[in-house]
T-cell receptor, first 116, second 116 residues
Framework: GAGVSQSPSNKVTEKGKDVELRCDPISGHTALYWYRQRLGQGLEFLIYFQGNSAPDKSGLPSDRFSAERTGESVSTLTIQRTQQEDSAVYLC??????????????FGNGTRLTVT | QQPVQSPQAVILREGEDAVINCSSSKALYSVHWYRQKHGEAPVFLMILLKGGEQKGHDKISASFNEKKQQSSLYLTASQLSYSGTYFCGTEITSWAGGTSYGKLTFGQGTILTVHP
């Protein structure tokens, strides 16, 4: 079946502009995650959605970052007033887990964001 | 709360074995292992849940010692296809005995290179 889909695959933006990144999870997956991966670095947790529960936003680096999820479907990550340090690959992942992490995360191919 | 992986990098010849370690300063509920090839999304290898179980996947296996708050990934008779960056992801147990459900925090990764 279809995997996790992210768009755009690449985004180049000027410093100070807002960007919106989209994630379509695997159908039926209740859990959705956003991670940031800077060049040559690890996976930095940003935010987690689980069903109708309040999202865990503890990883969002500043108030310029926000994310929404419509029900158990598409999610958008918005970065306002982008800065050069926001340049990274933004990865979305979804999981079947109802509660707890006993199911694997399925990652999308990411959006490569470059802020000039 | 980010787990610590060691070593940071490993270089092997085909057929050699390797061990990658993952340790946490917090009590762990589960440990995930993923492999990421250059320019691709991370791919799930295995999950180990609290209980000290050891899992295997072809010639790749892992153990989870919850007492030591550690997990190790064992790669035996390595193949060229094993090359990539290996990440462990940990879900911690809160001090109250509950679980910080859903927040999978990843280590910085171990770069594994297998040469012919």
């Amino acid at each position: 079946g279809a995997g996790v889909s992210q768009s755009p695959s690449n985004k180049v933006t000027e410093k100070g502009k807002d960007v919106e990144l989209r994630c379509d999870p695997i159908s039926g997956h209740t859990a959705l995650y956003w991670y940031r991966q800077r060049l040559g670095q690890g996976l930095e947790f940003l935010i987690y959605f689980q069903g109708n529960s309040a999202p865990d936003k503890s990883g969002l680096p500043s108030d310029r970052f926000s994310a929404e999820r419509t029900g158990e479907s598409v999610s958008t990550l918005t970065i306002q007033r982008t800065q050069q340090e926001d340049s990274a690959v933004y990865l979305c992942a979804s999981s079947l887990a109802d509660w707890g992490l006993n199911s694997p995360l399925h990652f999308g191919n990411g959006t490569r964001l470059t802020v000039t | 709360q980010q787990p610590v992986q060691s070593p940071q990098a490993v270089i092997l010849r085909e057929g050699e074995d390797a061990v990658i370690n993952c340790s946490s300063s917090k009590a762990l509920y589960s440990v995930h292992w993923y492999r990421q090839k250059h320019g691709e999304a991370p791919v799930f290898l295995m999950i180990l849940l609290k209980g000290g179980e050891q899992k295997g996947h072809d010639k790749i296996s892992a153990s989870f010692n919850e007492k030591k708050q550690q997990s190790s990934l064992y790669l035996t008779a390595s193949q060229l296809s094993y090359s990539g960056t290996y990440f462990c992801g940990t879900e911690i147990t809160s001090w109250a005995g509950g679980t910080s459900y859903g927040k999978l925090t990843f280590g910085q990764g171990t770069i594994l290179t297998v040469h012919p």
